[in-house]
């Protein structure tokens, strides 16, 4: 059985070497009211930072957001920044790998774009965001008339003219995105692990979301450990967590722990 509670802490510190996989949005930083806004936190620079410094500890981000924007966010030097849920990927020096081809994708994408603002135009709370590699329709909180309606043209503008051996669709009531088959978490995470050795690292993952449970099973197939972060808008347990934080700050401070076992 993976260790949680005090186990997990005892594990960690025993540990020569860990890779921390971490989610942003939910997990090291409260969702933002704006999510176009990009802001910076001091705080969690700082930690990222400190946690680069110590040979003990290799730290990947991986976010849905653009690469671009997770590299506003995170300043820092000599970790893996991965963005589009790990298409997009910079390593510790500062290279890029880009795992699906630009060129392939980017036409559909700008055909969906184009259906999809046409069906949203005039109607106030929804918007579509472009991350080049990735298309997602934000939806408006319930009680705003027609939002099954503009919901269901958006899915009709997929059905048929996004190919399903390219892309992934996600589909939660909140937004609905579409991306190449390669942003999956779990292969952002087998990847790294495959082309960056670690050689006797013990992993951890991070995560709040039903992305990162794509990662979290991965994580276990290593023997690792897979924590979920609470939040207002996860309140039930994942089934592949080994244990739980209950904020974004809980993981930041149990962060700090590592840092002070090291």
Do not use: C
């Not at 939910?26 to 040979?55: C, M, N, W």
């Amino acid at each position: 059985m993976p260790p949680t509670g005090d186990d997990l802490d005892r594990w960690a510190a025993a540990a020569n070497r860990l890779w921390l996989f971490l989610d942003y949005d939910g997990t090291l930083a409260d969702f933002a009211p704006i999510p176009e806004r990009i802001e910076p936190q001091a705080e969690i620079v700082e930690l990222l930072k400190q946690l680069s410094a110590d040979p003990r500890f290799r730290v990947a981000v991986i976010s849905g957001r653009r690469l671009e924007d997770v590299r506003l966010l995170l300043p820092v030097p000599g970790i893996f920044l991965a963005g589009i849920y790990g298409v997009e990927i910079q390593t510790p020096k500062g290279g890029q790998i880009y795992r699906a081809e630009y060129n392939s994708i980017r036409p559909i994408l700008q055909e969906l774009k184009s259906r999809w603002e046409e069906i949203v135009s005039g109607r106030s709370g929804f918007y579509v965001e472009d991350k080049g590699l990735a298309l997602t329709l934000h939806i408006p909180a319930s009680g705003q008339a027609g939002i099954g309606r503009v919901l269901t043209a958006a899915r009709q503008a997929v059905d048929g003219n996004v190919p399903s051996d390219q892309f992934r669709r996600f589909d939660d009531g909140k937004l609905l995105e579409i991306a190449p088959l390669q942003a999956h978490k779990g292969q952002a995470v087998q990847y790294l692990l495959e082309r960056f050795p670690f050689p006797a690292a013990r992993l951890v993952y991070l995560g709040d979301d039903d992305r990162d449970q794509e990662a979290f099973e991965v994580v276990h197939a290593l023997g690792g450990v897979a924590i979920q972060v609470f939040h207002l808008d996860t309140p039930v347990r994942f089934r592949a967590a080994d244990t739980t934080l209950d904020s974004p700050r809980a993981a930041r401070q149990w962060l700090e722990g590592l840092l002070s076992e090291s």
